[in-house]
């Protein structure tokens, strides 16, 4: 299950549990990018991160390009209830990583759509000292992990001093899908290559429309009961 920080208020954050489906596979070649920027698989690339002592990791690119999911095998392979938010009164409290800091059964902390809080201090980014200071200051605990994910276009545009050695295990970019990479997609779907799509939901949307509204794929989108806001993709 995960603690989704749902709302602030007088009292602190208000949490609700919910369960991860985690139904499906990752395969390498829905990850290309791994072999391409890292020299290992995308499966290496996890393990190693998991038993490395650096505490942050990036992901960033469009939306549907697979993100989500990988961190629901991330959050699979750790065998931990991390805590995750989307709002950004709540990424901006320090009672809320106190929370997760003092959490034992949470060592995973996900804050999606990131994008105004990677920004360079000096841009007026008031919490970049707060993640400094978390991920490799007197109160850092390596055991934690912080996964970010955002749609900045440029990792430039990130404060350099989150990325240093020590501090980030890496920054992952996915990128649009070329076409080599439909193919090999579309053959693990069993479905006719769509050169028009341009990342992975654009694909699992073909394998989509030929099961039942309630089949086993037609979740892989991360679509939850709890809000309108999705944990998907």
């Known amino acids: 299950y995960a603690e989704w920080a749902i709302q602030r208020n007088n009292d602190g954050i208000m949490y609700r549990r919910f369960k991860i489906e985690n139904n499906h596979k990752i395969h390498n070649e829905f990850y290309p990018n791994f072999k391409k920027n890292f020299e290992i698989d995308v499966f290496k690339f996890i393990e190693k991160f998991i038993e490395s002592d650096e505490s942050v990791l990036v992901l960033t690119g469009a939306k549907g390009s697979g993100k989500t999911e990988l961190i629901r095998y991330i959050i699979d392979q750790m065998k931990t209830n991390p805590t995750i938010t989307f709002d950004p009164d709540i990424m901006s409290y320090s009672g809320f990583y106190h929370d997760f800091f003092t959490n034992d059964s949470s060592d995973l902390l996900v804050i999606e759509d990131a994008d105004s809080f990677l920004v360079k201090r000096e841009e007026g980014n008031n919490v970049m000292q707060l993640f400094l200071n978390l991920t490799d200051g007197l109160i850092a605990n390596h055991k934690k992990k912080i996964i970010f994910t955002t749609n900045l276009p440029d990792t430039k545009d990130i404060d350099s001093a989150l990325l240093r050695n020590g501090r980030c295990f890496a920054v992952v970019k996915f990128d649009q899908l070329i076409k080599s990479e439909v193919d090999n ?22 394998k989509n429309s030929k099961f039942k509204k309630n089949d086993t794929y037609s979740s892989f989108n991360g679509s939850t009961t709890f809000s309108e806001k999705k944990f998907g993709f």
Not at 185 to 206: E, Q, R, T
Request: proline residues 5%; negative net charge; glycine residues 0%.
């Open 185 to 206: 997609i579309s053959n693990i779907l069993d479905i006719v290559p769509d050169y028009n799509a341009k990342c992975l939901a654009d694909l699992f949307a073909i």
